[in-house]
């Protein structure tokens, strides 16, 4: 079993940055892969990105690629979102989830384990 907590989200300016944390619970976080998740107002839930269990490898939709950067640090069993150049667009309510084993997913059926989620509001 794996809880997470997401943390960081805020009302920002079209331009600004926001970095999201999602703290996990547990003293098995290293064996899991993590990705992030939004949601927008009338929209169904689309993938973010994702990061294998060992922070080697990530993904990214292409709606974020080079302006949204995923990492971990196991050590604090913590995945982060950094989020740059933020777009009116970007406005969701933004979801950390698990997945156990090694390689990350980006369909929601392949995680397990969801937060609650944390809004991000970006103005233009």
């Known amino acids: 079993q794996v809880q997470l907590v997401e943390s960081g989200g805020g009302l920002v300016q079209a331009g600004d940055s926001l970095r999201l944390s999602c703290a996990a619970s547990g003293r098995t976080f290293s064996s899991y892969a993590m990705g992030w998740f939004r949601q927008a107002p009338g929209k169904e839930r689309e993938f973010v990105a994702a990061v294998t269990s060992g922070g080697v490898t990530t993904y990214y939709a292409d709606s974020v690629k080079g302006r949204f950067t995923i990492s971990r640090d196991n050590a604090k069993n913590t995945v982060y979102l950094q989020m740059n150049s933020l777009k009116p667009e970007d406005t969701a309510v933004y979801y950390c989830?698990?997945?156990?084993?090694?390689?990350?997913?980006?369909?929601?059926?392949?995680?397990?384990?969801w937060g609650q989620g944390t809004q991000v509001t970006v103005s233009s």
């Open positions: 989830a698990a997945r156990p084993g090694r390689y990350y997913g980006t369909t929601e059926s392949s995680y397990n384990y």
